[in-house]
């Protein structure tokens, strides 16, 4: 069936430095493939999505791309600041259900000062 | 920009007992969901609801799960009877369209339901 996995669960980055967090996703369908956050006490928020393989997704300074030769899917920001502090989530849906959004486990991204 | 309202945020119940949580969606928005994220674990896809109707459902939403919208008002998600692995964070979320996998989903800040 349809899944996605994230293995970074947590990641602790100092500002200005370079995030990548990675994700694999299985489904027989066409996915589309997104990147939701999390801050502290608020539901998840769509930060950027991407439909068509190999294309960027961008948002906010955070861009997105997925491989589907190996299946994977990142997210990375060049330099990160103290404010992107919050939890990351990947996810996937795909044309044959009505937006059933896969989510991965989530990487607890922290930036510190 | 767009909000999803859930309440309350936090709702503590004895097990065995009923609970409804409620969502208030985007006021267009014609597409509902309700997912659950148990402490620790990724957010689970529950159901999803279109024109009075439950579109999709997964194997997380047991029989003593159900959810209406009753003359347009509260998205709601009851629980009767409840049972101590429903203790979790129910996320509401609400589209425009659905159908369409591309389609943004709106989600509340979650109410947590501690089953005691």
């Known amino acids: 069936g349809d899944s996605v996995i994230q293995m970074q669960g947590q990641v602790t980055l100092s500002e200005n430095d370079f995030l990548f967090i990675n994700c694999t996703y299985s489904?027989?369908?066409?996915?589309?493939l997104f990147w939701y956050v999390q801050y502290s006490g608020e539901g998840p928020q769509l930060l950027l999505q991407?439909?068509?393989?190999?294309n960027k997704g961008s948002s906010r300074g955070f861009e997105a791309t997925y491989d589907k030769g190996t299946t994977s899917f990142h997210l990375q920001k060049t330099s990160v600041q103290e404010i992107d502090s919050a939890v990351y989530y990947c996810a996937m849906s795909d044309m044959s259900n009505y937006n059933v959004l896969y989510f991965g486990s989530g990487t607890k991204l922290t930036v510190e000062p | 920009g767009p909000k999803v309202l859930q309440i309350p945020s936090h709702q503590i119940i004895d097990m065995g007992q009923m609970v409804t949580l409620n969502c208030d969606p985007v006021s267009n928005h014609l597409y509902f969901y309700w997912y659950k994220q148990i402490l620790g674990q990724q957010m689970e896809f529950l159901v999803n609801f279109y024109n009075g109707k439950v579109m999709e459902k997964s194997k997380l939403f047991k029989d003593q799960f159900s959810v209406e919208r009753p003359d347009g008002s509260y998205f709601t998600l009851k629980i009767q009877p409840t049972a101590l692995e429903d203790s979790a964070v129910y996320f509401c979320a609400s589209s425009l369209a659905g159908g369409i996998s591309n389609e943004r989903l709106f989600f509340g800040h979650g109410t947590k339901l501690s089953v005691l």
């Open positions: 991407v439909t068509t393989a190999n």
């Open positions: 489904t027989t369908g066409y996915p589309t």
